[in-house]
Each structure stands twice: as C-alpha cells, then as structure tokens.
C-alpha cells in the first residue's frame, strides 16, 4: 500500500519547536528566520542556535526521504518550524555510515562556546539515529547547560544499560517518545540512572503512528 503522508510530522514540528524552544527559555523576538545547512564561518554571541540532527532514512535517501512505512520526512517543514521565532537552525546532511558525526557536532559545539556563544543559547534536537546521536554528544561535552531534545532516539540497549553510551551524559535533557514506537523508547531508565541530571524531563504521546510521529 502507498503510504499516506503522516499528518504527526506537521504536528510534531510544532511541537518540537515548542519544546526546544522552551529548553532554551528563548526571548529571541521577530528575527529572520534561518535554516543553514553547514557551520557559518561566524557565529553571533547574541543568537541562539539548533542543531538539528536527522534520522537513519535521509543519510542514503536524502532531505526529501519517504519512508515505505511511515512515509515522507518532512525535513525542510521541521527545520524551519524549529527556525519559526528567530533561531538559527543548523541542519547538517550527514554522510551513510557509523556515528562519526557525533565527533563534529561536539567539535561545533566546543567552537561556539569558544566564540562566546553561551551554552544555554544551544540546542540540540535529534531524532531516530539523530537522537542517539545526540545522547552521546551530550556525553562528550559534559556541559550542564547545554539543551537536548531526543526524539525517539532512546534504543533499547541504551534503556536496558547494555549500551552504556548515554550514561555520564549531562546538560538540560528533554525525551519525546510515542508509547506505540518499537524503535526508539522514552529515555526515563537512562535519565533515572544519571542521578547528577538537574529534572531531565521526560514526555510520552499515545497515538498510533510510532516512529513515524516526529
């Protein structure tokens, strides 16, 4: 059957805007909205960023990906919902492969913060493989203020503690999951093993679509 375009991806937009943006307690006003694909040469002190990290589906189908079981990743509708208050968005195109990107996104991150942006004025919104990716970034950069949303990037072995990747990660985390997903879980066991984390926050949506919700 051909898949039906996935009404959750707009809602999910919305929301992820939201939330990122609540992480980041955002006054950033009426900006030009910003959707960059790369690192800018400069950064602005004054800015906020967010980082988008994307899922597993568009390192071999692109930004325009569709999905035989959940259909089309609005990729271009999700960055710019996340851009929608002023925010510059910085949303990378990964190459197929391991979790090299973890290394880079860490390495943009250290930058900024070298060039005088502060941590709380930088987000990280990952799904799927994107949102594991995520978990370990936050784990290498050890940085309390810095946000994370993970969207459905929780797998199993990290909620088990088989994959200890997440554990010893820091900043101001926030997990989003759908009860009927069976690929990415609610990161609750992890965030409740890493008892230094200051109120992670932890949201789960009960509707049918499972992974195909963000």
């Known amino acids: 059957m051909t898949p039906s375009?996935?009404?959750g991806i707009a809602r999910a937009a919305?929301?992820?805007?939201?939330?990122?943006?609540?992480?980041?307690?955002?006054?950033?006003?009426?900006?030009?909205?910003?959707v960059l694909r790369e690192m800018p040469e400069q950064v602005d002190r004054a800015r906020h960023y967010i980082f988008y990290v994307h899922g597993r589906i568009i390192e071999t189908e692109g930004p325009e990906a569709v999905s035989e079981r959940f259909g089309p990743y609005d990729f271009k509708g999700i960055t710019e919902g996340l851009a929608s208050r002023g925010q510059t968005v910085i949303a990378e195109l990964r190459a197929p492969g391991g979790l090299d990107y973890v290394d880079t996104l860490a390495a943009h991150i250290r930058g900024m913060q070298g060039a005088g942006v502060p941590a709380?004025?930088?987000?990280?919104?990952?799904?799927?493989?994107?949102?594991?990716?995520?978990?370990?970034?936050a784990q290498a950069l050890q940085d309390p203020e810095v946000n994370f949303a993970i969207l459905a990037g929780c797998i199993a072995e990290a909620i088990s503690g088989e994959d200890l990747s997440g554990d010893g990660l820091d900043g101001r985390l926030l997990s989003m999951a759908n009860s009927a997903d069976t690929l990415g879980?609610?990161?609750t066991p992890l965030f409740a093993r890493n008892t230094h984390l200051?109120?992670?926050v932890s949201v789960v949506f009960?509707?049918?679509?499972?992974?195909?919700?963000?």
């Open 206 to 214: 009960h509707e049918g679509s499972g992974h195909g919700l963000f």
């Open 120 to 137: 709380r004025n930088i987000t990280v919104v990952g799904f799927s493989k994107g949102g594991y990716m995520a978990l370990r970034v």
């Open 14 to 34: 919305r929301l992820i805007a939201i939330l990122a943006l609540s992480l980041a307690a955002v006054t950033a006003g009426a900006q030009a909205q910003t």
């Open 198 to 200: 200051a109120s992670p």
């Open 5 to 7: 375009p996935c009404l």
């Open 185 to 187: 879980f609610p990161c």
